[in-house]
């Protein structure tokens, strides 16, 4: 019997992943920290943002210098292009339920009440209005999300799944936990949660 892994989240290993490829590819211009940009893609599952990396140098010796150095085979580069391949295999994993992965962020982050509202899911996943606004009409059209009215606020509109999203989701999830699983072949357990605690560090120093 294949042995599975708590699945480290998929949005969080994209976050992970997003800063890092982007600072991976240019090399740094000094040692100092790196200026926030912010960039949103409709068709992807969070948009690309840059933070600032700052570091000690009177504790610890870095980890890259000029000379050593490789964007393609640096953490950056490999989270990256870990990023777009596992993105690239959600999609196909859900395909046959017509779900691409971005849906399936947005979809999970309501059944786990991350978010309830456009604006909390730009917040937590970097997106821009526009974008998140077109992607919840798609959801809704699909009967898998609807808005209702803001108890406090008439301006305002809360998220929730439908009955038909609810039974779909658990479907969703299952479906990324193949694939999670998938890139952690031939990796033991304990690996599997040393990674995850590892890319939990890296977003602490985020």
């Given at each position: 019997m294949p042995r599975t892994f708590p699945p480290?989240?998929?949005?969080r290993f994209f976050e992970v992943a997003a800063q890092l490829a982007q600072v991976a590819q240019k090399p740094p211009q000094n040692q100092g920290a790196i200026g926030p940009g912010?960039?949103?893609l409709d068709n992807n599952c969070l948009g690309i943002y840059i933070v600032a990396m700052g570091t000690d140098t009177t504790t610890r010796k870095e980890i890259y210098d000029l000379k050593s150095y490789d964007p393609q085979r640096s953490i950056g580069g490999l989270l990256g292009r870990v990023k777009i391949a596992m993105g690239a295999a959600v999609d196909a994993e859900?395909?046959?339920?017509d779900i691409t992965a971005a849906q399936?962020?947005?979809l999970m982050s309501i059944a786990l009440k991350e978010a309830d509202s456009a604006s909390e899911l730009c917040k937590g996943i970097s997106y821009d209005p526009g974008a998140m606004t077109r992607m919840l009409d798609r959801l809704e059209r699909r009967g898998l999300v609807r808005r209702v009215a803001h108890p406090n606020d008439r301006r305002a509109f809360n998220l929730e799944l439908t009955a038909?999203?609810?039974a779909v989701y658990p479907k969703l999830r299952?479906?990324?936990m193949k694939v999670l699983n998938r890139f952690l072949g031939g990796f033991s357990q304990k690996e599997?949660?040393?990674l995850e605690s590892f890319l939990q560090r890296m977003l602490e120093n985020a």
């Open positions: 480290f989240g998929i949005c912010n960039k949103s859900l395909a046959p339920l399936y962020v947005i038909e999203g609810k299952a479906s990324v599997a949660q040393q």
